[in-house]
């Protein structure tokens, strides 16, 4: 009897849960098991993100031949995480694609990325490194090594540090945008500023009070350098997402990046 009455109860609740995601009541997410940040369809999520931050566009995919100086004192910034001349994080690119296809067009550069790391310098890759870079990113390997190098670098530590501290996917995008503009070591600073202010989720911790204090800390570390003085990326996009209560990062998603808006359906 027991048995029959539970799941009378349970049909029930379903039904009252259907009706509400259907009369706009509840999200359509409502009822589902969350997803990390690492979930393919959230991580195109992601990726979508920071491309609308980085290159203005959600077509993240279009950005591997993308390359220029932004004059932000880090040299050559290019590809789909913003790999740069002047932090190391292009040279070990250029490597790993070497060493998995010696012949490329980008392994003579090798000598100057060498030299030119931990500087704004172009020396040795100007006039021709722009050309040939966007020649490689025809290529299909050297796509694929942009994609490990992000995973490796910037993606994975960056969630499995969310999913420790215990936030949602919401939380482990804002570590992983924090480690695409300051480093992974400068997203772990800004972490460590935050828990004088608050504590995530894993310490006791309240979500939406620890992301907030995360997001301040991120603002104030971008405001130390002119070329990353506009916080929009965060202001009109993460923390309208966290003002929401979103922390599944659950779509539709409308934000505004530089003033520029953008939606993911």
């Not at 995360?214 to 990326?233: C, G, I, P, Q, W």
């Given at each position: 009897?027991?048995?029959?009455?539970?799941?009378?109860?349970?049909?029930?609740?379903?039904?009252?849960?259907?009706?509400?995601?259907?009369?706009?009541?509840?999200?359509?997410?409502?009822?589902?098991?969350?997803?990390?940040?690492?979930?393919?369809?959230?991580?195109?999520?992601?990726?979508?993100?920071?491309?609308?931050?980085?290159?203005?566009?959600?077509?993240?995919?279009?950005?591997?031949?993308?390359?220029?100086?932004?004059?932000?004192?880090?040299?050559?910034?290019a590809g789909?995480?913003?790999?740069?001349?002047?932090?190391?994080?292009?040279?070990?690119?250029?490597?790993?694609?070497?060493?998995t296809k010696?012949?490329?067009?980008?392994?003579?550069?090798l000598p100057?990325?060498?030299?030119?790391?931990?500087?704004?310098?172009?020396?040795?890759?100007?006039?021709?490194?722009?050309?040939?870079?966007?020649?490689?990113?025809?290529?299909?390997?050297?796509?694929?090594?942009?994609?490990?190098?992000?995973?490796?670098?910037?993606?994975?530590?960056?969630?499995?540090?969310?999913?420790?501290?215990?936030?949602?996917?919401?939380?482990?995008?804002?570590?992983?945008?924090?480690?695409?503009?300051?480093?992974?070591?400068?997203?772990?600073?800004?972490?460590?500023?935050?828990?004088?202010?608050?504590?995530?989720?894993?310490?006791?911790?309240?979500?939406?009070?620890?992301?907030?204090?995360?997001?301040?800390?991120?603002?104030?570390?971008?405001?130390?350098?002119?070329?990353?003085?506009?916080?929009?990326?965060?202001?009109?996009?993460?923390?309208?997402?966290?003002?929401?209560?979103?922390?599944?990062?659950?779509?539709?998603?409308?934000?505004?990046?530089?003033?520029?808006?953008?939606?993911?359906?």
């Amino acid at each position: 009897m027991n048995r029959v009455r539970t799941t009378t109860y349970v049909t029930i609740g379903l039904v009252i849960s259907g009706l509400a995601v259907a009369l706009g009541l509840l999200p359509a997410s409502a009822g589902t098991t969350a997803k990390n940040l690492d979930d393919p369809v959230k991580k195109d999520i992601a990726m979508q993100i920071v491309s609308a931050a980085e290159n203005s566009s959600l077509n993240w995919r279009a950005q591997f031949a993308y390359i220029e100086d932004i004059d932000d004192g880090r040299g050559y910034t290019a590809g789909i995480i913003g790999f740069c001349s002047g932090t190391g994080d292009m040279l070990e690119l250029v490597e790993s694609y070497t060493a998995t296809k010696p012949s490329n067009v980008l392994a003579k550069y090798l000598p100057a990325l060498r030299r030119v790391n931990g500087t704004d310098s172009h020396s040795g890759l100007d006039p021709n490194f722009t050309r040939d870079w966007r020649k490689a990113a025809t290529d299909p390997v050297f796509q694929a090594a942009q994609e490990a190098e992000r995973d490796r670098v910037y993606f994975n530590p960056s969630v499995r540090d969310g999913k420790a501290d215990g936030v949602r996917a919401l939380g482990q995008f804002a570590y992983y945008d924090a480690a695409v503009m300051h480093g992974y070591e400068g997203m772990r600073a800004i972490r460590n500023r935050a828990l004088r202010k608050a504590k995530p989720p894993a310490q006791g911790g309240d979500e939406r009070t620890w992301l907030n204090a995360f997001l301040n800390e991120r603002v104030a570390e971008m405001k130390k350098e002119e070329a990353h003085s506009d916080t929009s990326r965060v202001d009109t996009a993460q923390r309208v997402f966290l003002n929401k209560g979103n922390f599944d990062l659950n779509t539709p998603l409308d934000f505004k990046v530089y003033g520029d808006p953008f939606h993911i359906g």
